[in-house]
């Protein structure tokens, strides 16, 4: 495929393909312009603010008590000088990253194929995504110890075999969230055009996944890494009971007599999780060619 | 697609039907001690489970048993319930990693749970039934010192310690200490008082209750008084519907919690003076709350977990819980015995005179105070 | 503008050459076995569970314990929270979604608060009841600053340790998923259309009620239900929060799976059934109003 051929746009939204919007709507942009309402602004900066001191002041609130220990910031000197938290942070960040991949790579061609090919399945789909929300995560682990400690597939009876388990059982936690994201995004293009326009250009399966819609779903697969890492490095339940070196089973060992310290920790994990998003955001921002399908007017 | 799926689900229940359960292993008997200890070690694991490292001290004695033996201890779920270490022990049967409990400790309400002797707990509408055998019979060397009250005949489960109700106060913010039940509902403490847990879910609370019952007419079969009294409680505006921990008592939210004496102890001593916390034992009653040790019947390091019962039942062990400010079951069988430090024995309040509940009185208790607490007490909907 | 359209996908379309209808499902094979290793088996326990008693004994007395008026009013109050939680934070978290994004505030923020709501969506349980406790507690900063300005919120009928509390706070991860769920749909408004809209003289209202809004539609929909089971699924933070005083149906599950003090294990997977059982009641609904939105578009 040449640049040229590779260079193919249209109106990401059909309902509008062949109206005037969509003529007006040619040029390929990823960024967005700004609107020239200042009225508007105004409105939307009050949002903005109102949100952020929404989020900030309980956080505030956990500094200010985390503050109190004395000496002065021994509440964090201590943690930060405890090579274990570190260790068992790394450790839940790259089941994290693994959670993502796998993930992405599982709900991406269901979510795709569910609305190109059998919407009859969507809420049968759906309905399994959401289950995790009300399957009571010790119920979930203790089902899953239950069938997997013995043979035929005995994955708690070695490490790696127990972090298999436990990326997998993220990966159903990231359920809903990576289905309901991807589905997001994908309803944002016209996969219908893009899938025949790229079929007819000879892409098999594979190539159409990943060259042509992946690149597309950017903003909805960072949603969906986001809030599955989120979930990945704060989950407990199935990390311990797996007795899995993970960042939150490290935390509970600290102990709850000592609150100034569990409240910088509440900090430092905060802050250490922005940090690991935003490093994911910079490599999801990429240099991916995007690849849209241009249709006739 | 469907019936494909539910042949493998099917499948695989024929499977761990098939593969599951192992036998409840026999141990070696305490006296081959050394043998146990070289067999411990061959072993060179052991899997604990809900053992917070401040809860009477476990951090040391954890630490304290790795030292002198070697062997690594991999810790579960240190904020664990009960409830969680039967099922974890459940789950597990099979599986012998380090997802397995070895040893677990209980509130002694659980006993019947895992001895397959008696009949389970009938909580509300439970039908009761024969129990599993979930922890095998094991008598550790010091097995005399045990009282009778406190331990299975056959041994399958031994209480290893106890502590008291107690008042936890955070004296920066409240300047007059109460000291008995009758002080809390003083209108001086208003919005200041708090259970360490909802008494349907956490035994601390559900024993808050029962210690307010003996503090106003009630007694060790009759918890009403005590639903009664946090009613009062509640309705005056004292009770705070929240859960208390050390960080809510620390930051003022909670100031007067309701919460085992070595807790708060315990409280008084990690936060070092900032702020400042009382502990008192109410004057009207000394209730007491004990928990029992049991090995698991499917434990996959059986001679690391008799070891680990050999070391708490020790001189050592047991001496390593008081500093915890728990008191140990041996307590009195060491005081004959004068192995008891002077220092040691005044930080633990006196015990004298503590009441400690039996089995069937805490089954009794745990269905009213469940049942009647949300409609006596009442849950707010706001 | 009106008139054009829907070129969705019809229903059962199938390849052409394809004739038989069965083969489509094969391209959701990878997921339906994945799901039934790892999840719809520890189902199963729920399901079989439920139906045991705690000799292991089958039984309907679980299921019939579930009419316990105490029961009921749990399962009530957590629709409730969770439905005024879904709502109110998908039409702020829209808001403030379209804000960054196409509000005409600096770029910046808004990688600043879509990272941000990645951490924030599972700030969740002890850590967030503690910081809202530290924060609007009796003795939280914020009501002591209140306090000195003679506005004590606590003075004045508010209290965090009830209903709307604890929706306060569940708003703290609710906020942030539909921030990140609707994202991409709001990146896909082209900002071309807005101006087109207003070049062929539209009003905002008109923008709106007849492009953003249609667009936008079944993706907020499909939001909402997502909070929806989000907080449906909620305990930590509210046992935290309330002693168990709010009466939920996550806290009553954990009383029997989790607790010390009862442990009615049949109970409790047939409390969580119940709760899979409203999941689904709730997606039905949310088909229905999914297609009805579908429709809007036409």
Redesign the interface.
Known sequence: MTAQERSLTV???????????AD??L?P?TK????P?SR??F???I??IL?VL??I??????V??SL???PFLNAYTSILGDPQFFASLGYSFIVGIITIILSIA??V??AY???????????I????T???????P??????????Y????LPF???DIG?TALLV??Y??LS???MY??V???L????I?SLTEASQSLGAGWFRLIVDVILPN?R??L??GA??T???V??EFTIA????RPAFA?YL??L??????Q??AV?VVS?AL??IA??LI?VVGRGSRNRITVTGTR | MARLAGLIVAG?FV??AC??GGAPSGGPSAGNMDTLIANAKKEGNL?TIAL???WCDY?DMLAGFTAKYGIKI??????GSSA?EV??I???????????PDVIDVGLGFAPQITGKEPTAAASGQTPGPAETLVTPYKVATWADIPDSAKDPDGYWYGDYFGVMAIETNTAVVKTVPKTFKDLLDPKYKGQVALSGDPTQSNQAMSGVWTASLANGGSLDNVQPGLDYFKKLNDAGNFVPVIA???TV??GETPIRLTWSY?GL??KD???G?PTVEVNIPTEAKFGGMYIQAVSAYAPHPNAARLWQEYMYSDEGQLIWLKGYCVPIRYDALQKAGKIPADLAAKVPDSTGTVLPTLAQITAATTNIAKGWPTTVGVTVK | ?TG?A????T?????PGSRRFGW??L??T??FI??T??????????VIGSLQDSSGNWTLQNYSDLSDPQTLNAYLTSIEISLVTAVAGGV?GL??A????????PGR?R?G?????????????I??A???????GRA???TSILSNLGLNPYDHGFNLYTKLGLEIVY??FQ?P?MI??????I??L????????A??GAT?SQFWLH?AG??LA??II??M??LF??A??A?ATAYQLTGGFINIV?IL??NQ??GDVLHNVGL??AL?MG??FI??IT??AY?FLQRRSERW?R
Request: aromatic share 14%.
């Open positions: 109106a990401p939204n059909p309902a509008y393909a062949g109206t005037a919007i007006e709507v040029a942009t967005t312009a700004k609107p309402r508007w602004v409105v939307w900066w949002v903005f949100g929404y989020f002041l309980p956080l505030i609130g956990t200010l008590f109190r220990d004395r599982l709900m061609p269901t194929w569910v609305r190109l090919r059998m919407p009859r399945a969507r809420p789909v759906e309905f399994v959401l289950l995790p929300f009300v399957i009571p010790i119920v979930l682990v203790f089902g899953l110890i239950s069938t400690s013995h043979p035929p708690t009876y070695s127990s997998f059982a990966v159903v359920f809903p969230y309901r994201a589905d997001t995004g309803r944002t293009m016209d219908r779903l903003v909805a960072l949603a986001f809030l890492l989120a979930i490095i704060g311990n009971f797996l007795a089973p509970s060992l102990g709850s007599n000592y609150p100034y569990q409240a509440a905060f999780t922005w998003m935003a955001a | 695989t499977l761990a593969s599951g899997t917070p490292h401040g951090g991999n810790e579960l779920n240190p904020d969680q099922d974890a459940k789950a597990n049967k099979t599986n012998l990693g380090p997802q397995a921990k050390t960080a620390a930051s807790n315990g409280d990690s936060l070092k900032n | 503008m054009a829907q070129t969705m996908p229903q059962g379309a199938t390849r489509t499902w391209g959701l990878p997921f994945f799901s290793l790892f999840l719809l088996i520890p189902t199963a326990y729920l702020f808001l403030m379209y804000a960054v994004i196409s509000g005409g505030l923020f990688s608060l879509m990272t941000f709501s990645g951490v924030a969506s599972n700030f969740a349980g850590p967030l503690l910081a809202f406790i530290f924060t609007i939280g900063f914020l708003f703290y906020l998923l990140l769920i609707i994202a991409p749909a990146d896909g082209k900002k071309e259309w807005r101006e087109a809209a070049n062929m905002d492009v249609p667009v079944p993706t499909g939001s239900i997502l089971g989000n449906f699924g305990q996550t599950i954990g799976l989790t409790g997977y969580a709760m899979v999941l689904a997606l039905v088909s578009m």
